[in-house]
């Protein structure tokens, strides 16, 4: 079994930050991408961010310049700095992990529960 943990949600004041943490337990050989996505109320899923085995990042155009993601791979762990909130960053965000069980065993994408962010006066 594999679990995938977010924490570090919480409610902010526009152009504040907040430091995103998700942490993968569990039957874990190895990990490959991690990522973040993000769902408002009433509208899809959106991606985030994602961070490669090798280090290598994507942003979506929304976050560019405000959001860093990184990766402990020691710990299993993604993190996503977010700095200069607006309320529209306002959602829960769920990592992602594409994880293989096994030396044996093909990747698979797992998710966790989410965490709520809320950016508001």
């Known amino acids: 079994q594999v679990q995938l943990v977010e924490s570090g949600g919480g409610l902010v004041q526009p152009g504040g930050s907040l430091r995103l943490s998700c942490a993968a337990s569990?039957?874990?050989?190895?990990?490959?991408?991690m990522g973040w996505y993000r769902q408002a109320p009433g509208k899809q899923r959106e991606f985030v961010a994602v961070?490669?085995?090798?280090?290598?990042?994507k942003y979506a155009d929304s976050v560019k310049g405000r959001f860093t993601i990184s990766r402990d791979n020691a710990k299993n762990t993604v993190y996503l700095q977010m700095n200069s909130l607006k309320p529209e960053d306002t959602a829960v965000y769920y990592c992602?992990?594409?994880?293989?069980?096994?030396?044996?065993?093909?990747?698979?994408?797992?998710w966790g529960q989410g965490t709520q962010v809320t950016v508001s006066s």
């Open positions: 961070i490669t085995s090798g280090t290598s990042t």
């Open positions: 992602n992990a594409d994880v293989q069980r096994f030396f044996t065993s093909p990747y698979s994408r797992s």
């Open positions: 569990g039957s874990i050989f190895s990990i490959n991408g």
